[in-house]
Protein backbone atom coordinates (compact mmCIF):
# COMPACT_ATOMS: atom_id res chain seq x y z
CA UNK A 1 0.00 0.00 0.00
CA UNK A 2 2.93 2.42 0.95
CA UNK A 3 3.49 1.99 -3.18
CA UNK A 4 0.48 3.71 -4.13
CA UNK A 5 0.66 6.88 -6.27
CA UNK A 6 -3.10 7.61 -5.51
CA UNK A 7 -4.45 8.65 -2.23
CA UNK A 8 -7.37 6.84 -3.01
CA UNK A 9 -6.37 3.54 -3.49
CA UNK A 10 -4.71 4.41 0.41
CA UNK A 11 -7.86 5.37 2.25
CA UNK A 12 -9.97 2.60 -0.35
CA UNK A 13 -7.91 -0.40 1.15
CA UNK A 14 -7.65 1.37 4.62
CA UNK A 15 -11.46 1.43 4.81
CA UNK A 16 -11.85 -2.44 3.72
CA UNK A 17 -9.10 -3.52 6.30
CA UNK A 18 -11.46 -1.79 9.09
CA UNK A 19 -14.55 -2.98 7.70
CA UNK A 20 -13.26 -6.45 7.82
CA UNK A 21 -11.79 -6.18 11.44
CA UNK A 22 -15.44 -4.41 12.27
CA UNK A 23 -17.19 -7.22 11.26
CA UNK A 24 -15.12 -9.73 13.47
CA UNK A 25 -16.04 -8.11 16.44
CA UNK A 26 -19.59 -8.14 15.59
CA UNK A 27 -19.49 -11.40 14.89
CA UNK A 28 -17.94 -11.78 18.27
CA UNK A 29 -20.25 -9.57 20.71
CA UNK A 30 -23.27 -11.35 18.64
CA UNK A 31 -22.33 -14.56 19.89
CA UNK A 32 -20.65 -13.84 23.35
CA UNK A 33 -24.43 -15.50 24.38
CA UNK A 34 -24.32 -17.68 27.74
CA UNK A 35 -24.88 -21.28 28.13
CA UNK A 36 -28.61 -21.92 28.85
CA UNK A 37 -29.68 -24.89 31.35
CA UNK A 38 -31.88 -27.96 29.80
CA UNK A 39 -32.23 -29.16 26.63
CA UNK A 40 -30.86 -26.74 24.01
CA UNK A 41 -32.63 -25.24 21.82
CA UNK A 42 -33.22 -26.15 18.38
CA UNK A 43 -33.03 -24.25 15.00
CA UNK A 44 -35.22 -25.58 13.43
CA UNK A 45 -32.97 -26.68 10.22
CA UNK A 46 -33.49 -30.24 9.18
CA UNK A 47 -31.47 -32.22 6.62
CA UNK A 48 -31.04 -35.69 5.22
CA UNK A 49 -34.59 -36.51 7.39
CA UNK A 50 -34.01 -36.27 11.22
CA UNK A 51 -30.56 -34.49 11.69
CA UNK A 52 -30.77 -30.83 13.11
CA UNK A 53 -29.51 -27.64 14.11
CA UNK A 54 -28.83 -26.90 18.01
CA UNK A 55 -28.48 -23.15 19.41
CA UNK A 56 -25.48 -23.40 21.09
CA UNK A 57 -22.97 -21.00 22.07
CA UNK A 58 -19.44 -21.04 20.51
CA UNK A 59 -17.03 -22.21 22.71
CA UNK A 60 -15.03 -19.91 25.07
CA UNK A 61 -11.41 -21.45 24.03
CA UNK A 62 -12.64 -20.47 20.07
CA UNK A 63 -13.84 -17.12 21.22
CA UNK A 64 -10.99 -16.04 23.07
CA UNK A 65 -8.48 -17.29 20.23
CA UNK A 66 -10.56 -15.42 17.69
CA UNK A 67 -10.57 -11.82 20.18
CA UNK A 68 -6.89 -12.82 20.17
CA UNK A 69 -6.37 -12.78 16.59
CA UNK A 70 -8.73 -9.41 16.41
CA UNK A 71 -6.61 -7.80 18.74
CA UNK A 72 -3.18 -8.93 17.22
CA UNK A 73 -4.07 -7.63 13.55
CA UNK A 74 -4.86 -4.17 14.35
CA UNK A 75 -1.51 -3.96 16.36
CA UNK A 76 0.00 -5.88 13.38
CA UNK A 77 -1.61 -3.57 10.97
CA UNK A 78 -0.65 -0.03 12.73
CA UNK A 79 3.03 -0.90 12.94
CA UNK A 80 2.71 -2.27 9.34
CA UNK A 81 1.57 -0.14 5.95
CA UNK A 82 -2.22 -2.08 6.45
CA UNK A 83 -4.19 1.05 7.36
CA UNK A 84 -2.27 3.16 4.62
CA UNK A 85 0.80 5.33 4.86
CA UNK A 86 0.95 6.15 8.03
CA UNK A 87 4.84 5.38 8.33
CA UNK A 88 5.68 6.63 4.99
CA UNK A 89 8.41 9.66 5.67
CA UNK A 90 10.90 10.12 3.10
CA UNK A 91 12.17 13.29 4.02
CA UNK A 92 13.16 11.14 7.07
CA UNK A 93 13.81 7.63 6.20
CA UNK A 94 15.82 6.32 9.56
CA UNK A 95 12.09 7.18 10.82
CA UNK A 96 10.11 5.04 8.02
CA UNK A 97 8.96 1.69 8.55
CA UNK A 98 7.53 -1.28 6.98
CA UNK A 99 7.44 -2.19 3.27
CA UNK A 100 9.05 1.11 1.94
CA UNK A 101 11.57 1.24 4.78
CA UNK A 102 12.21 -2.80 3.72
CA UNK A 103 12.36 -2.30 0.15
CA UNK A 104 14.99 1.06 0.42
CA UNK A 105 16.95 -0.70 2.71
CA UNK A 106 17.34 -3.46 0.14
CA UNK A 107 18.25 -1.37 -2.74
CA UNK A 108 20.47 0.98 -0.51
CA UNK A 109 22.24 -2.23 0.35
CA UNK A 110 22.43 -3.11 -3.79
CA UNK A 111 23.89 0.31 -4.43
CA UNK A 112 26.90 -0.41 -2.20
CA UNK A 113 27.87 -3.91 -3.55
CA UNK A 114 26.72 -3.52 -7.09
CA UNK A 115 27.41 0.70 -7.82
CA UNK A 116 31.22 0.72 -7.81
CA UNK A 117 30.87 -2.45 -10.65
CA UNK A 118 28.68 -0.21 -12.59
CA UNK A 119 30.52 3.16 -12.01
CA UNK A 120 33.39 1.19 -13.59
CA UNK A 121 32.04 -0.03 -16.45
CA UNK A 122 30.13 3.43 -17.24
CA UNK A 123 34.07 4.39 -18.08
CA UNK A 124 33.68 1.81 -20.74
CA UNK A 125 32.47 2.30 -24.47
CA UNK A 126 29.74 0.86 -24.83
CA UNK A 127 31.44 -0.85 -27.94
CA UNK A 128 34.20 -2.66 -25.96
CA UNK A 129 31.75 -3.73 -23.26
CA UNK A 130 29.73 -5.40 -25.55
CA UNK A 131 32.98 -7.43 -26.69
CA UNK A 132 32.96 -8.05 -22.70
CA UNK A 133 31.48 -11.45 -21.26
CA UNK A 134 31.23 -9.89 -17.54
CA UNK A 135 29.86 -6.80 -18.55
CA UNK A 136 27.21 -8.66 -21.62
CA UNK A 137 26.06 -11.07 -18.66
CA UNK A 138 25.80 -8.21 -16.82
CA UNK A 139 23.22 -6.43 -19.16
CA UNK A 140 21.62 -9.54 -19.90
CA UNK A 141 20.15 -9.74 -16.46
CA UNK A 142 18.95 -6.35 -16.42
CA UNK A 143 17.20 -6.78 -19.88
CA UNK A 144 15.57 -10.14 -18.49
CA UNK A 145 14.34 -7.75 -15.47
CA UNK A 146 13.08 -4.79 -17.28
CA UNK A 147 13.18 -5.66 -21.30
CA UNK A 148 12.28 -9.24 -21.90
CA UNK A 149 8.38 -8.45 -21.00
CA UNK A 150 8.01 -6.19 -24.33
CA UNK A 151 11.43 -7.62 -26.27
CA UNK A 152 11.30 -11.01 -25.36
CA UNK A 153 13.50 -13.07 -23.59
CA UNK A 154 15.87 -13.42 -26.23
CA UNK A 155 15.61 -10.03 -27.93
CA UNK A 156 13.47 -10.75 -30.51
CA UNK A 157 10.12 -9.25 -29.88
CA UNK A 158 7.19 -9.60 -30.83
CA UNK A 159 4.16 -7.89 -32.50
CA UNK A 160 5.02 -4.45 -32.11
CA UNK A 161 8.23 -4.57 -30.07
CA UNK A 162 10.94 -4.45 -32.33
CA UNK A 163 13.19 -7.65 -32.66
CA UNK A 164 16.83 -6.45 -31.43
CA UNK A 165 18.86 -8.75 -32.86
CA UNK A 166 18.92 -8.24 -36.81
CA UNK A 167 20.11 -5.37 -38.57
CA UNK A 168 16.58 -3.30 -38.77
CA UNK A 169 16.96 0.08 -36.58
CA UNK A 170 14.22 1.93 -36.56
CA UNK A 171 16.13 5.04 -35.06
CA UNK A 172 19.05 3.71 -35.21
CA UNK A 173 21.63 1.39 -34.39
CA UNK A 174 24.65 3.07 -33.03
CA UNK A 175 25.42 2.44 -29.13
CA UNK A 176 24.47 6.63 -28.60
CA UNK A 177 21.08 5.96 -30.03
CA UNK A 178 20.92 3.05 -28.56
CA UNK A 179 21.32 4.87 -25.05
CA UNK A 180 18.91 7.57 -25.89
CA UNK A 181 16.16 5.31 -26.63
CA UNK A 182 16.49 3.67 -23.35
CA UNK A 183 17.03 6.50 -21.73
CA UNK A 184 14.29 8.59 -22.95
CA UNK A 185 11.74 6.13 -24.61
CA UNK A 186 10.12 6.17 -27.81
CA UNK A 187 6.56 7.37 -29.23
CA UNK A 188 7.25 7.52 -33.10
CA UNK A 189 3.95 9.28 -34.16
CA UNK A 190 1.97 8.42 -37.68
CA UNK A 191 -0.87 10.65 -38.71
CA UNK A 192 -3.79 9.21 -39.11
CA UNK A 193 -5.65 9.46 -42.35
CA UNK A 194 -8.82 8.33 -41.73
CA UNK A 195 -10.36 12.02 -41.94
CA UNK A 196 -8.83 12.78 -45.42
CA UNK A 197 -9.03 9.66 -47.16
CA UNK A 198 -11.36 7.72 -48.12
CA UNK A 199 -11.80 4.09 -47.55
CA UNK A 200 -11.01 3.06 -51.33
CA UNK A 201 -8.44 5.87 -51.55
CA UNK A 202 -6.84 4.17 -47.99
CA UNK A 203 -7.21 0.50 -49.41
CA UNK A 204 -5.34 1.87 -52.63
CA UNK A 205 -2.35 2.89 -50.57
CA UNK A 206 -2.21 -0.15 -48.48
CA UNK A 207 -1.61 -2.05 -51.57
CA UNK A 208 1.02 0.53 -52.89
CA UNK A 209 2.95 -0.04 -49.57
CA UNK A 210 2.51 -4.29 -49.86
CA UNK A 211 3.94 -4.08 -52.96
CA UNK A 212 6.80 -1.96 -52.12
CA UNK A 213 8.15 -5.45 -50.62
CA UNK A 214 7.20 -7.44 -52.95
CA UNK A 215 4.21 -8.51 -51.03
CA UNK A 216 0.72 -9.79 -53.57
CA UNK A 217 -1.40 -6.92 -54.22
CA UNK A 218 -3.79 -5.50 -56.62
CA UNK A 219 -2.09 -4.11 -59.20
CA UNK A 220 -4.64 -1.80 -60.45
CA UNK A 221 -5.07 -0.74 -56.73
CA UNK A 222 -1.09 -0.05 -56.26
CA UNK A 223 -0.73 2.23 -59.13
CA UNK A 224 -3.83 4.52 -57.54
CA UNK A 225 -1.67 3.97 -54.29
CA UNK A 226 1.18 5.43 -55.91
CA UNK A 227 -0.31 8.44 -56.50
CA UNK A 228 -2.02 8.81 -53.22
CA UNK A 229 1.50 8.28 -51.49
CA UNK A 230 2.71 10.87 -53.03
CA UNK A 231 0.18 13.33 -53.44
CA UNK A 232 -2.63 13.33 -51.42
CA UNK A 233 -1.48 11.21 -48.85
CA UNK A 234 1.80 12.93 -48.45
CA UNK A 235 3.07 10.07 -46.81
CA UNK A 236 6.58 10.61 -48.92
CA UNK A 237 7.07 13.44 -46.22
CA UNK A 238 8.35 10.60 -43.10
CA UNK A 239 8.88 7.64 -45.40
CA UNK A 240 10.52 8.99 -48.71
CA UNK A 241 9.35 9.27 -52.10
CA UNK A 242 10.95 5.77 -52.36
CA UNK A 243 9.38 4.57 -48.93
CA UNK A 244 12.89 3.18 -47.47
CA UNK A 245 12.09 5.55 -44.49
CA UNK A 246 13.20 8.34 -42.03
CA UNK A 247 16.63 6.71 -41.05
CA UNK A 248 17.49 6.05 -44.93
CA UNK A 249 16.18 9.30 -46.00
CA UNK A 250 18.15 10.98 -43.44
CA UNK A 251 21.20 9.39 -44.52
CA UNK A 252 20.84 10.39 -47.83
CA UNK A 253 20.23 14.57 -47.12
CA UNK A 254 23.24 14.14 -44.56
CA UNK A 255 20.05 14.76 -41.64
CA UNK A 256 20.88 11.69 -39.33
CA UNK A 257 18.76 13.48 -36.78
CA UNK A 258 15.45 12.65 -39.60
CA UNK A 259 15.68 8.96 -37.52
CA UNK A 260 13.72 10.50 -34.54
CA UNK A 261 10.51 10.57 -37.11
CA UNK A 262 10.36 6.94 -36.33
CA UNK A 263 9.21 6.62 -40.19
CA UNK A 264 9.96 2.69 -40.99
CA UNK A 265 11.60 1.64 -44.24
CA UNK A 266 8.53 0.21 -46.09
CA UNK A 267 10.23 -1.18 -48.98
CA UNK A 268 12.19 -4.46 -46.81
CA UNK A 269 10.30 -7.77 -45.02
CA UNK A 270 10.55 -5.97 -41.62
CA UNK A 271 7.19 -5.37 -40.11
CA UNK A 272 6.87 -4.25 -36.58
CA UNK A 273 3.34 -4.78 -36.91
CA UNK A 274 1.93 -6.68 -39.76
CA UNK A 275 2.25 -6.69 -43.20
CA UNK A 276 -1.61 -8.15 -44.21
CA UNK A 277 -3.56 -5.68 -45.82
CA UNK A 278 -5.93 -5.48 -43.01
CA UNK A 279 -2.85 -4.29 -40.52
CA UNK A 280 -1.52 -1.70 -42.86
CA UNK A 281 -5.09 -0.46 -43.94
CA UNK A 282 -6.00 0.19 -39.76
CA UNK A 283 -2.62 2.05 -39.69
CA UNK A 284 -3.15 4.35 -42.37
CA UNK A 285 -6.85 5.19 -41.16
CA UNK A 286 -6.06 5.09 -37.17
CA UNK A 287 -2.53 6.16 -37.21
CA UNK A 288 0.23 5.87 -34.41
CA UNK A 289 0.42 8.00 -31.14
CA UNK A 290 -1.26 10.62 -32.65
CA UNK A 291 -4.25 11.65 -30.13
CA UNK A 292 -8.02 10.08 -29.48
CA UNK A 293 -8.78 6.81 -31.64
CA UNK A 294 -4.94 6.23 -32.94
CA UNK A 295 -2.59 3.11 -31.51
CA UNK A 296 -0.69 3.09 -28.98
CA UNK A 297 2.44 1.86 -28.34
CA UNK A 298 5.56 3.62 -26.65
CA UNK A 299 8.47 2.71 -25.15
CA UNK A 300 9.05 3.82 -21.41
CA UNK A 301 12.01 5.93 -20.04
CA UNK A 302 14.08 4.50 -18.13
CA UNK A 303 16.98 6.72 -17.22
CA UNK A 304 14.83 8.06 -13.82
CA UNK A 305 14.63 4.47 -13.10
CA UNK A 306 18.05 2.75 -13.69
CA UNK A 307 19.95 5.50 -13.78
CA UNK A 308 22.83 6.25 -16.14
CA UNK A 309 25.06 3.72 -15.60
CA UNK A 310 22.84 0.34 -15.80
CA UNK A 311 21.78 2.02 -18.99
CA UNK A 312 25.42 2.47 -20.18
CA UNK A 313 25.60 -1.07 -19.73
CA UNK A 314 21.76 -2.13 -21.19
CA UNK A 315 22.65 -0.24 -23.83
CA UNK A 316 25.87 -2.65 -24.53
CA UNK A 317 23.28 -5.69 -24.60
CA UNK A 318 21.42 -4.49 -26.90
CA UNK A 319 24.22 -3.75 -28.82
CA UNK A 320 25.82 -6.97 -28.78
CA UNK A 321 22.46 -9.12 -29.80
CA UNK A 322 23.06 -7.01 -33.40
CA UNK A 323 26.76 -6.87 -33.60
CA UNK A 324 28.26 -10.72 -32.93
Known amino acids: ?3 FINSFWDLYVSGLVAF ?3 FCLVVLVTNMTSKESGEPKLQGHVWDENLREYNNPL ?7 FWATVIFSIFYLYLFPGFGNRHSNPAD ?15 FDAEGTYGPIFARYQGI ?5 AKDPDAVATGQRLFLTYCAQCHGSLGQGSRGFPNLTDGDWLYGGDPETIKGSISEGRAGMMTPLGGTLTADEIKDAANYVRSLSNLSHDAARAARGRDIFTGKGTCLTCHGADGKGAVAMGIS ?9 GAPNLTDSVWLYDNSEDAIIEGITRGRNAGPGSLTNNMPAWKDFLGEAKVHVLAAYVYSLSNK
Open 59 to 65: PRWWLYL
Open 93 to 107: PEKDRGLRAQYAQEV
Open 125 to 129: SVETL
Open 1 to 3: MAD
Open 20 to 22: GLL
Open 253 to 261: MGVPAMGLL
